[in-house]
């Protein structure tokens, strides 16, 4: 059973920093691509990042980048999101996903098969 389980949302200012951690378990970490997503009640889920298998081919989505940085460590099976530069349309459920191809598909969510229960991120001005 894959389990794919976010941690480090909170509460920030404007301008604030904060680091998503995805716990997985039940799958060869090191074979799938790894992926964060966001959601706003009432909107569409978005793409914002994803990453390769070798942590090297990575996806941005525009609104985040130079702000967000994706990581991951195959030895301790985490995903990781650095979040820098917080703004409040940063505000959203976050949600860490799992593929199992093991490049990076950019913004398609159709390559991600395991989704964790998200973790709010709320920016205040």
């Known amino acids: 059973q894959v389990l794919l389980v976010e941690s480090g949302g909170g509460a920030v200012e404007a301008g604030g920093s904060l680091r998503l951690s995805c716990a997985a378990s039940?799958?060869?970490?090191?074979?799938?691509?790894l992926g964060w997503f966001r959601q706003v009640p009432g909107k569409e889920r978005e793409a914002v990042s994803c990453?390769?298998?070798?942590?090297?081919?990575?996806y941005y989505a525009d609104s985040v980048k130079g702000r967000f940085t994706i990581s991951r460590n195959n030895a301790e099976n985490t995903l990781y999101l650095q979040m820098n530069s917080l703004k409040p349309e940063d505000s959203a459920m976050y949600y860490c996903?799992?593929?199992?191809?093991?490049?990076?598909?950019?913004?398609?969510?159709?390559?991600?098969?395991?989704w964790g229960l998200g973790t709010q991120v709320t920016v205040s001005p």
């Open positions: 996903a799992a593929g199992a191809t093991n490049f990076c598909p950019g913004p398609d969510e159709t390559y991600f098969g395991y």
């Open positions: 990453v390769g298998w070798e942590g090297i081919t990575t």
């Open positions: 039940g799958l060869r970490f090191d074979q799938y691509n």
